[in-house]
């Protein structure tokens, strides 16, 4: 049925960096059927008529980079992402995909949807497509091939990797991610990663990853990167560029000239970054090196069978003491520590007249498979320079949630990221180019077809905001407070929020 509807007297930013201009839109069949910039739509025989009284309509936001592969299915709704403005989103990051799934790597993919409460019934991109699509879910998706759950689809065996994966892009996965930090990706030689690249020249998919470093061998993590994006098609696209920890803020400079330098050499080169100088992951990040190849469910199981080891670890987490006290507990199954959720271990430790050390070792013994924490090792200043190339889109780094926190709580990106970005580049660059960032600049990057600009014939994904009201109140003690000034949101000419 193609249903008629208009929203009339809006401030229309088009999504391709140019100025707005009053008009109406005509939506029709899901799609944009008509912009009007001179006089006002016909009404006739629309289903619905919105007056936008003046505020801004812009394309659907673009979440660049989303870990929403399991929410999605048990919480269709996206609260979290449509609320901020966000009609499409790109998932399979960091490596890790809910496709190919093999026998020998069924069980991790079945818990992954297990703590989810989602059962797993399909092996392929286009299963797991068909299995979301009946849940209606709020958003637009595309799903890289991860490269992690390749490694585990296929062990050992290269060659069924990049079958796979060459299979997984002809079905409409847009490329391979990975997240060289992590197992058991790290641990593959350089040569099965060009021969995956080359399943990339083959078919023009693109590289997207997760720096196998983005702290002490920042440089290094980019160098290689960009040799295995050149390898393959010659697109690259970073996952939230940032430098980690005091000591690596000075590295930026040289990092940026790196990618121009890729850009100059004839590469696609992009990156995405969110708001915020606080990363939220694993509570058990915290610990020294040795720990960085257990699972977290191992780490609880070591620590709470070894009371030595609890009290060697605190004396060495105080080696950087600094760090530990400054970082948030976020989430815990411990009833016994819900009420800290939000605050700084330091302050923690006050009111239960311990040390902050002792706290983090505490919480690990006895949750270290769920407690999670925020960490502050982020620049403010370098935010503020990476946000201001203009290659740089946004990535809210996060799964979709529901308004509760019936999925577990997260981090306020995944309430506020769209507006916070929005303004930062709005301040140094103006709001149309802050628009161009988050619609038509990642729908180019991924090669989105009819998303991120407001012209006839594209999806009829529109987020309708108030420029004077945008922002967040999320917070890592409230992270899941809808954002201000987000007034409509449509996906496909269907109302998926309204404030």
């Known amino acids: 049925m193609n249903e008629r509807k208009v929203i009339r007297n809006a401030m229309i930013y088009d999504g391709y960096g140019n100025p707005a201009r009053p008009g109406d839109l005509v939506l029709e069949g899901g799609f944009i059927a008509e912009t009007v910039y001179d006089g006002h739509a016909d009404v006739s025989g629309a289903t619905d008529v919105y007056d936008a009284q003046g505020r801004a309509a812009a394309p659907g936001f673009i979440d660049a980079h989303a870990h929403s592969d399991a929410t999605l299915l048990a919480a269709p709704e996206a609260f979290g992402k449509v609320s901020q403005g966000i009609t499409t989103e790109i998932n399979g990051n960091c490596g890790h995909s809910l496709f190919p799934v093999t026998k020998a790597n069924r069980d991790y993919a079945e818990d992954s949807c297990r703590a989810c409460g989602v059962k797993l019934n399909w092996d392929s991109l286009k299963g797991y497509q068909a299995a979301l699509e009946a849940r209606d879910p709020a958003l637009r998706t595309y799903f890289f091939c991860g490269h992690n759950t390749l490694c585990a689809a296929y062990p050992n065996d290269i060659e069924a990797q990049a079958a796979a994966l060459e299979a997984m892009i002809r079905d409409g996965a847009p490329g391979l991610s990975t997240g060289l930090l ?28 997760h720096l196998r470093s983005e702290g002490r061998r920042l440089e290094e993590a980019l160098e290689e990167a960009i040799r295995y994006a050149k390898a393959g098609a010659g697109r690259l696209h970073i996952s939230h560029l940032k430098t980690a920890g005091k000591a690596n803020r000075g590295k930026l400079g040289h990092v940026l000239e790196m990618i121009h330098e890729a850009q100059r050499q004839g590469m696609q080169v992009s990156a995405d970054r969110y708001p915020y100088v606080r990363s939220q992951t694993s509570l058990s990040v915290i610990l020294p090196g040795e720990y960085d190849s ?33 970082t948030l507990l976020t989430a815990t199954t411990l009833e016994d520590y819900k009420e800290f959720c939000g605050i700084q271990l330091g302050t923690i430790a006050e009111k239960r007249g311990t040390t902050p050390e002792a706290e983090a070792i505490e919480i690990l013994k006895r949750d270290a498979a769920r407690a999670m924490g925020a960490f502050a090792g982020m620049s403010g200043d370098n935010l503020k320079r990476i946000l201001e190339e203009p290659y740089v889109c946004c990535g809210t780094d996060e799964n979709a949630r529901p308004a509760d926190d019936s999925l577990g709580a997260g981090h306020p990106r995944g309430f506020g990221s769209m507006p916070l970005f929005l303004n930062m580049v709005a301040e140094e660059c103006g709001m149309s180019e802050a628009v161009r960032r988050v619609t038509s600049l990642p729908a180019e990057i991924f090669g989105l077809k009819g998303c991120g600009g407001l012209r006839k014939g594209n999806y009829a994904d529109i987020t309708i905001f108030d420029e004077k009201e945008l922002g967040s109140k999320a917070d890592f003690l409230h992270p899941h407070l809808p954002a201000t000034g987000i007034l409509r949101v449509y996906r496909g000419g269907r109302v998926r929020y309204e404030a």
């Open 294 to 326: 257990m699972r977290d469910v191992e780490i609880q199981q070591k620590l709470a069978g070894d009371e030595a080891e609890c009290r060697r670890l605190v004396e060495a987490l105080r080696e950087d003491s600094e760090r530990v006290s400054n």
């Open 182 to 209: 992590y197992a058991p990706g790290r641990d593959e030689p350089e040569e099965h990663l060009l021969k995956l690249a080359d399943v990339l020249k083959k078919t023009g998919g693109m590289y997207v990853t």
